[in-house]
């Protein structure tokens, strides 16, 4: 469920690392909201869309 359906943002891993340079796993999530957008065929729909989307405009979403 953590995709953006815009930019296809997932999460991603990577290790934590503690100052003795031990590592364990861990993952970052992207910030996703669900928004009420307007699609190209002019149906409304709720899609999750990550934060850099929404700001960048690639959305627009639905009047209430």
């Known amino acids: 469920?953590?995709?953006?359906?815009?930019?296809g943002k997932k999460t991603a891993h990577g290790?934590?690392?503690a100052h003795s340079a031990t590592t364990t796993?861990?993952?970052w999530k992207?910030?996703?909201?669900?928004v009420k957008a307007v699609?190209?065929?002019g149906t409304t729909k709720k899609i999750y869309?990550?934060?850099k989307c929404l700001k960048?405009?690639?959305?627009?979403?639905?009047?209430?």
């Open 30 to 34: 992207p910030n996703l909201q669900k």
């Open 1 to 7: 469920m953590a995709v953006c359906q815009i930019c």
């Open 15 to 17: 290790n934590r690392v």
């Open 49 to 51: 869309v990550c934060a």
């Open 25 to 27: 796993k861990r993952t």
């Open 39 to 41: 699609l190209p065929d």
């Open 56 to 64: 960048a405009g690639k959305v627009r979403k639905a009047v209430r």
